[in-house]
């Protein structure tokens, strides 16, 4: 089955700094990538996603990137704020039914 | 508010016990999705109904079930409880079960076996 690998499990970034986080992917099928925020105790929720026609989309200061090719994705939030701070799933849509398979999280804290 | 909903929102039962958790997708979405997240850890991937029927399994325990009933809400039934299935249950729903559309979640529920 799908296996969706995620890293740096931990990141800490001054405020006003870039954050960039990266996930890979095995299954080649695969066309739809989000990503999601968690604060704590609360549901995720999407922030952004891309599709496999698409190598990059912006949304304000976020934005993401795709390599099919290289089967790798990378989230990037840019001035950085408190804010921001929660953890991060990537996740790859795969198999027949088509679930969403997600990284392992990235726990992002941002530094006044 | 995601139009998700989840009952209960917190569960304390006994090691042993059986307990059923519940979700209402959003109106219109065929698809349902259960997650576990353990403290500290990612998303699990349990099981997933579409219109009724079971989609695809997850890292489902034998001792967990689920289903979808007609009216598309869906119940993870979790039996035989154990200290270490004490996690958040997270349900999701989405319009086609795929198809590159976006999920989306619940509150979750807290079950917390003692």
């Known amino acids: 089955g799908e296996n969706v690998e995620q890293h740096p499990s931990t990141l800490s970034v001054q405020e006003g700094d870039s954050a960039v986080i990266k996930c890979t992917y095995s299954?080649?099928?695969?066309?739809?990538f989000p990503w999601y925020k968690q604060e704590l105790g609360k549901r995720p929720q999407l922030i952004i996603d891309?599709?496999?026609?698409?190598g990059e989309k912006k949304d304000q200061r976020i934005a993401v990137t795709l390599n099919k090719t290289a089967k790798h994705f990378s989230l990037h939030i840019t001035e950085t704020q408190p804010e921001d701070s929660a953890v991060y799933f990537c996740?790859?849509?795969?198999?027949?039914?088509?679930?969403?398979?997600f990284g392992s999280g990235t726990q992002l804290t941002v530094l006044p | 508010d995601s139009g998700v909903t989840q009952t209960p929102k917190h569960l304390i039962t006994a090691t042993g016990q059986r307990v059923t958790l519940r979700c209402s997708p959003r109106?219109?979405?065929?698809?349902v999705y259960w997650y576990q997240q353990s403290l500290d850890q990612g998303l699990q991937f349990l099981i997933q109904?579409?219109?009724?029927?079971?989609?695809a399994k997850g890292n489902i325990l034998e001792r967990f079930s689920a289903q979808q009933f007609p009216d598309l809400h869906s119940e993870l039934n979790l039996s035989s409880l154990e200290l270490g299935d004490s996690a958040l249950y997270f349900c999701?729903?989405?319009?086609?079960?795929?198809?590159?559309?976006?999920?989306?979640f619940g509150q979750g529920t807290r079950l917390t076996v003692v």
């Open positions: 999701a729903s989405s319009v086609t079960g795929g198809l590159d559309t976006e999920a989306f």
């Open positions: 299954d080649s099928a695969s066309n739809y």
């Open positions: 891309i599709r496999s026609n698409v």
């Open positions: 996740a790859a849509e795969t198999g027949s039914a088509r679930q969403l398979t």
């Open positions: 109106s219109g979405d065929l698809s």
């Open positions: 109904y579409y219109n009724g029927e079971e989609r």
